[in-house]
């Protein structure tokens, strides 16, 4: 399974970008895929899930900013951010993982298939 992001970049707080993740070698449907962040010395952290039912899960701290969705044939996975801040800033991965019992979204990812990473700068 491959994963790669694009579409990060530095904008002035208020101002959109969006993030694309192209995803080839598994069956699609097969897996939940999410788009997580992470900031140097930090855990990295959950954005947005879409389970294998197409059902999406936002942290509290992009609701109504962020929109993720997919192309009909789930090999395409975009991240829509708007209105962006500054605590935005950071590296953003997008991931295929499998749900695992007793375990977070994030957790659960650590197990699966991630990108490379695209950053993402606000500036306030």
């Known amino acids: 399974v491959q994963l790669v992001e694009s579409g990060g970049g530095s904008v002035q707080a208020g101002g959109s970008l969006r993030l694309s993740c192209v995803v080839s070698g598994y069956n699609s449907g097969d897996y939940c895929m999410g788009w997580f962040r992470q900031v140097p010395g930090k855990e990295r952290e959950g954005v947005a899930i879409?389970?294998?039912?197409?059902?999406?899960t936002y942290d509290d701290s992009v609701k109504g900013r962020f929109t993720a969705s997919q192309d009909n044939t789930k090999r395409i996975l975009s991240l829509q951010m708007n209105n962006l801040k500054p605590e935005d800033t950071a590296m953003y991965y997008c991931a295929a993982f499998q749900p695992r019992f007793g375990l977070s979204w994030v957790a659960s990812a650590e197990f699966g298939y991630w990108g490379q990473g695209t950053q993402v700068t606000v500036s306030s």
């Open positions: 879409i389970n294998k039912q197409g059902i999406r």
